[in-house]
């Protein structure tokens, strides 16, 4: 049988088995109605939900306290890393192919965020939008949920923090220079590779690396606080470029940059290597034992303190990496806290 042709644009090749699912669906050219390429279409679909909340709290011990907002769920970006894949599972769908081509977005969630804040127990608490999947990712173009809850996150004064890696987010750069005006956002950009092939192979439907330094700039030049995270580090694939993207991240206006390492827990780590062997079939051994490595000799990772910095020999190279990088481009730059005292209901006096 001749090799299947790569679907083009997408991360993964494949729908990984789902554990909450007894039936899979799978191409058999024997009793198949309809030719594969069709079965194996790379379509995006959206799927309207209507849920009953949208905001979360942030429980993770690895994480600052707060909430976080995820307007859609699935991503078509198609990064093959992603660990918010395994969350479509419990939709009914693969973390696969599923994730990237069937987008279920939450039509009702500014709705939600509002509710939310109009609560009588309400507190001023930062708001992650993309805490799981990325709140810019091409369906924001046609739903705009996530600039609809940035005018909520406004009218009522309540700190809100972004992590995208789309260019998308200068569409809303007038409402992000006013919420900056009161110290009510900080933008945090996901440079994984400036490297153009490898960010290609992992992350298909994303902006280029240098887009995302330029994306920096206009931030930076609107006076809007940006920042960066590197992530994830794959040993073997992009560590050694910790210092290069922490160099183009300060001179682009970075005002911070932060780390993870990869970590492949579930249906994730045999879409990954599946992935590699085929991207980079004469590393694929070297980087994946890495990755175990620093993991406790497996692919994933659900210990709080480890999973996100990882441990061993290839972990501390990337601490300590990080941290020269850190200190040789950011020791001067000073990032300042949200204005927590600024919320306040529509037509709600403050008391002075």
């Not at 009522?156 to 009510?184: C, F, G, M, W």
């Not at 994306?215 to 940006?226: E, N, R, T």
């Amino acid at each position: 049988m001749s090799e299947i042709p790569k679907i083009k644009g997408r991360g993964a090749q494949f729908n990984s088995l789902n554990k909450f699912r007894e039936l899979s669906i799978e191409y058999d050219e024997e009793f198949a109605f309809g030719e594969e390429e069709n079965f194996r279409s790379s379509k995006t679909k959206y799927l309207v939900e209507h849920p009953k909340k949208v905001v979360n709290t942030i429980t993770s011990p690895d994480l600052r306290n707060g909430k976080s907002v995820n307007p859609y769920q699935g991503c078509e970006h198609g990064c093959i890393y992603c660990y918010a894949r395994n969350t479509h599972e419990y939709f009914g769908y693969s973390a696969g192919l599923e994730f990237e081509q069937n987008i279920i977005v939450k039509k009702n969630a500014p709705e939600l965020l509002e509710k939310e804040f109009n609560r009588k127990n309400w507190k001023s608490t930062p708001i992650l939008f993309s805490g799981n999947t990325d709140c810019y990712q091409p369906a924001e173009k046609k739903f705009e949920l996530t600039r609809r809850m940035l005018e909520i996150c406004l009218k009522y004064q309540n700190p809100v923090a972004i992590i995208t890696k789309n260019a998308l987010v200068l569409r809303d750069i007038d409402l992000l220079q006013r919420l900056s005006e009161k110290r009510l956002i900080k933008v945090i950009i996901s440079i994984t590779s400036l490297k153009e092939e490898l960010r290609r192979n992992l992350e298909p439907r994303t902006v280029s690396g240098q887009k995302r330094l330029q994306i920096l700039q206009k931030l930076s030049s609107a006076g809007i606080p940006s920042g960066v995270n590197i992530a994830p580090i794959i040993p073997g694939l992009n560590d050694n470029e910790i210092p290069a993207i922490a160099k183009a991240s300060a001179e682009s206006g970075a005002g911070w940059i932060a780390y993870t390492v990869v970590r492949l827990n579930g249906s994730i780590g045999q879409l990954f290597e599946d992935w590699i062997f085929k991207a980079y079939p004469h590393k694929a051994e070297k980087v994946l034992n890495q990755i175990k490595e620093m993991h406790g000799g497996k692919l994933n990772d659900s210990d709080f303190g480890r999973r996100m910095r990882g441990e061993g020999k290839f972990a501390q190279h990337i601490k300590q990496l990080f941290a020269i990088s850190n200190a040789r481009y950011f020791k001067d730059k000073e990032v300042h806290d949200f204005d927590f005292n600024a919320f306040q209901k529509p037509g709600q006096l403050k008391l002075f």
